[in-house]
T-cell receptor, first 110, second 114 residues
């Protein structure tokens, strides 16, 4: 069965304290891996897409990396406005069915 | 660009009632997706349409759930009859076939079935 897991479930950081979030997947025929950010009461907001092992994408304080079995979302010198739930998702086969992980709830304290 | 529009934003109903959720995708997008999000199960794909045609409804939990897309700018998700376990946040998302890696989500409808 295709599965996506994320760790940790929740993470509290001090402002400026860098860390990484993990997304592990067991799927047949990965087409793409996606990172989304979700703020309370809102829909997920697209951040990155990664397609092949070794690929990296960056946006401001965030950098996403991909290996054959997992992806990391690195957060460098986070700010309180980075507090949100970060969701990982994969697409397989036809590329239309998104399978989402449970998310990591990040809190950045000032 | 107004983004994906969903209505209502909140719905409270009683068990057994019919519920209709509405979605207006971004203009020009030819894919539309309906998701359900709960604490227990996370975000789950229910059904998706391409050019107004349902392509995969394998995520629809039961026959009580139905979805339609009568035209490119409107879709509905209907639950009849509703049950307390249907309580969740329902999201609509759309994307363009020219940008397969990006889905745009609406703000969601929070459904509470008493």
């Amino acid at each position: 069965e295709d599965q996506v897991t994320q760790s940790p479930e929740a993470l509290r950081l001090q402002e400026g304290e860098s860390s990484s979030l993990n997304c592990s997947y067991t799927v047949s025929g990965l087409r793409g891996l996606f990172w989304y950010r979700q703020d309370p009461g809102k829909g997920p907001e697209f951040l990155f897409t990664l397609y092949s092992a070794g690929e990296e994408k960056e946006k401001e304080r965030l950098k996403a990396t991909l290996t054959k079995k997992e992806s990391f979302l690195h957060i460098t010198a986070p700010k309180p406005e980075d507090s949100a739930t970060y969701l990982c998702a994969v697409t397989i086969r036809s590329g239309q069915n998104f399978v989402f992980g449970p998310g990591t709830r990040l809190s950045v304290l000032p | 660009d107004a983004g994906v529009i969903q209505s209502p934003r909140h719905e409270v109903t009683e068990m057994g009632q019919e519920v209709t959720l509405r979605c207006k995708p971004i203009s020009g997008h030819d894919y539309l997706f309906w998701y359900r999000q709960t604490m227990m199960r996370g975000l789950e794909l229910l059904i998706y349409f391409n050019n107004n045609v349902p392509i995969d409804d394998s995520g629809m939990p039961e026959d009580r759930f139905s979805a339609k897309m009568p035209n490119a700018s409107f879709s509905t998700l209907k639950i009849q009859p509703s049950e307390p376990r249907d309580s969740a946040v329902y999201f609509c998302a759309s994307r363009s076939s020219g940008r397969p890696d990006t889905q745009y989500f609406g703000p969601g409808t929070r459904l509470t079935v008493l």
